[in-house]
Structures are given as C-alpha cells and as structure tokens.
C-alpha cells in the first residue's frame, strides 16, 4: 500500500496509542501468573506476536475482541516440545521469549524480514556457558536446554532486550541470579519498566547499585488486574507534527510516565518548539525549529522523528551515539539519511548517528524501507514538505501503530492510498 500525502497543517486532539513497550511486558506477565487481565493492549502486530509465543511455549494467553489480555492459570504439564514459535518481525517478542524457551525442552524460533539476522550474541554466549543447545540455520533457530540460576555478565551497549529477557526467566530458579552490565548502560528506561512489571506481580528484582540487578530466586508470579498506559514513543510523531503544523494534543500520557521517550519533551523544547504537558496529556505549539545535538544511547526509537525535524530546522541536528539503529526492522541510520536527501535535506551518514543539516524540503517518491517507524517520521517529514510525497509499504505501522494513519486524518493529515 503507497500513502500519498499532500503538504498542510495537522492540529488537534487525539488518544494516545496504548504502550507497545508496557503491551509485550504486562502480558508476559500476565501469561506466567495465570488469571490476569491486562486493559487497553491494543492490536499492534508486535504484541500479537508476543501473545502468540507464550501461547506457543505453553502459556493460556488470549486477546480479546476489546482489546484486553485474558491469561489463564499456565497448565500443570507443558507438551515435551512446545510448536514452533513465529515472532513475526518483532525483536522485543524474540529477545523475551528466548530466556522463557530455554526450559529443557526443544524450542524452534522464526521470523519475518530481518528479525534472525539481529544481534543475539548475549543469549549465544550464556547458552555456551551452560551447555544448552542455541542454533540458527535456514531462517529458523533452535533452543534447547534448562537456563541456571547464577551471575550473568551483559555489555551495556546492546539492546535491553537482554536484561529483560532474562528479569522475566531468572526469578523462578531456584536460587538467586545477578544480572551485571558493563557501563554505560544504555535504554536504562526500558529495563526500569521491566522491574515495574515485575514488582507489580509480586516479584522482587532490583537495581543494587547502577550497573547490577539482583533477582530473588524461587518465587511465584502473583495474579494482577492492569492496564496499559499511553505511548510516547507513538505520540512522539504527533507532536511533532503538531509543531510543524497548527498545534497537536495528545491525550491519555502518564506525564511520570518510565518511558524513555517522554524525553521528546526536553528535545521539542531543545528545538525551540513550544511544549505544554498537562496531567495526563501533552500539547504541541508551533516554533522556529533549530538543530540540536541529540545522546541517542537512551531514546534510539526517537531517532528517525528527531531526524525528520532536523531537516525541517534551521542550522545542523546531529545525533549521536545511534549506532544500535543499524540492526532494527531496517537499518534506520541508512534508511533516513537516504529518504531525507531525496526530500533536498543535507545529511551525512556517519558510523553512530547522522549530521542533518536542514531547510526546505520537496515532495518525493519515498520508501518506509519496511520500517514502522521510518514510514511515520517520513508521514512527518512529508506534512512540511512543499508539493507531494508517497510513501511505500504505509501499512507497515501496523507493526506498533495500527491507529496511526486514522489519527493522522483525525489531525487534517491529506492522505490517499493506492494499491502498490
């Protein structure tokens, strides 16, 4: 599907997107308590993904028609061999649900897109260590043996995925586990929402200082009635385009919220935009945008919008320590630096960030290289453009966003679609 989108200014109201970050956790451990309900999940694609793996490795996990997770009490004894376990193209169902598969029992993982192909040498290394089978071959990856309590040894310049991974499987062993990162510890933000989750169904996980987490063993994940919060990181594009436009609210955002991407705040801020954030909202005006430098290491999923509107800034934007964004759903360092250009922005590609140095833009011919979030920084890129753009591939935002291009119409968005 080609969206095709006509410049204008974008204001209003909308709802934030429910969380696709806090989605995969609350039902994760929703699945391993058993009789839980999880609120406002959604039907982004990478959540789907999630549910049907739990389900996959034994789990009594289902969504609703409104959008909730049921979970029921997991079954007294699991098949020998759990089915074959698809993750679709979702990197957080994978790096989950891998700890959680190494239970004894054999387990064949798969994928769409580039999603094997992504860094898991933190599991390949532990999985060495202590004898289990870990084994990729013609798209499909093999897991095979019983995880062991102990002390677990991660670079704290990958994904948090891996901590995560590990929060969610450590806990039940039978003995304590220490999870150490090698400083500096990079998403921070996210692997404090994992021990939220956590402690919110009875299990007691916490930072000991700022590079180690310690794990109590043999405990229980306990029932829990939750919901999930609005997400930034989806909101983060409806703001800016409420700061290129007329002016952007968006509703249903915890403003104490754990997510790193509320950062979007300070940096619109940075940008000279004008910024208002209310109890449970936040609100966008327009200003004269100028280039930033941006850390990347703690907000990477808000690079490709913090690029679209350093293109549309005065002066050069550069971000830096980005370099993590070369191995997602396309390698989104690459994929902006191109699309920008096409669109007449000044930008240079470098190892770990990009150097953009903006302007006006032009209407082009663009490609969401498959990427969710490529596809609506471009959506943001193409409301400020002068004439019009389409992008390919549109409807992968349903990856985490399924509402996005309705919520871009509600806004005054001028978009068509075509067969393509």
């Not at 193209?89 to 959680?100: N, V």
């Not at 594009?237 to 968006?250: D, M, S, T």
């Amino acid at each position: 599907m080609i969206a095709r989108i006509r410049p204008g200014n974008l204001a209003g109201t909308i709802a934030a997107a429910p969380s696709k970050s806090y989605a995969h956790r609350w039902a994760i451990a929703a699945a391993l308590a058993g009789d839980s309900v999880v609120e406002n999940a959604g039907f982004a694609e990478d959540v789907e993904a999630t549910i049907g793996a739990m389900h996959a490795l034994g789990y009594r996990l289902r969504r609703e028609d409104d959008g909730r997770i049921v979970s029921a009490a997991p079954l007294p004894d699991r098949p020998q061999d759990a089915s074959a376990i698809d993750c679709g193209e979702s990197g957080s169902t994978l790096r989950f649900a891998l700890p959680l598969a190494m239970d004894g029992r054999r387990h064949v993982f798969a994928g769409r897109g580039r999603l094997l192909e992504r860094p898991l040498a933190p599991y390949k290394a532990i999985a060495d260590m202590q004898g289990i089978v870990f084994a990729a071959s013609e798209g499909r990856l093999t897991v095979e043996g019983r995880l062991q309590a102990g002390r677990f040894e991660l670079p704290g310049d990958v994904s948090s995925q891996f901590v995560s991974g590990l929060l969610f499987a450590l806990p039940t062993l039978e003995v304590p586990s220490t999870i150490a990162i090698a400083p500096p510890v990079e998403s921070r933000a996210y692997i404090d929402m994992t021990l939220d989750v956590l402690a919110r169904f009875g299990v007691e996980a916490a930072w000991k200082d700022g590079c180690t987490i310690e794990v109590s063993g043999s405990q229980r994940w306990r029932p829990a009635h939750v919901a999930v919060e609005g997400d930034w990181s989806n909101a983060a594009f409806f703001v800016a385009v409420g700061v290129l436009g007329g002016g952007v609210r968006v509703e249903g955002l915890r403003d104490s919220s754990l997510q790193g991407d509320r950062a979007i705040i300070e940096r619109l801020r940075d940008m000279g935009a004008i910024v208002a954030v209310e109890s449970g909202a936040v609100g966008a005006m327009p200003g004269a945008l100028r280039g930033i430098d941006a850390d990347a290491s703690q907000i990477p999923d808000l690079v490709p919008v913090l690029a679209a509107l350093g293109a549309c800034a005065t002066g050069v934007t550069r971000i830096r320590n980005a370099a993590r964004l070369r191995h997602k759903e396309s390698d989104r360092l690459a994929a902006m630096a191109c699309e920008l250009r096409k669109m007449g922005a000044g930008v240079e590609e470098l190892v770990g960030g990009l150097t953009i140095t903006g302007g006006r833009l032009h209407g082009a011919a663009l490609s969401a290289h498959g990427d969710h979030r490529i596809a609506m920084a471009l959506a943001v890129a193409a409301t400020a453009a002068e004439g019009e753009s389409t992008i390919d591939d549109a409807a992968c935002v349903a990856k985490s966003a399924p509402g996005f291009w309705t919520d871009f119409r509600t806004l005054g968005g001028k978009v068509e679609f075509m067969e393509g």
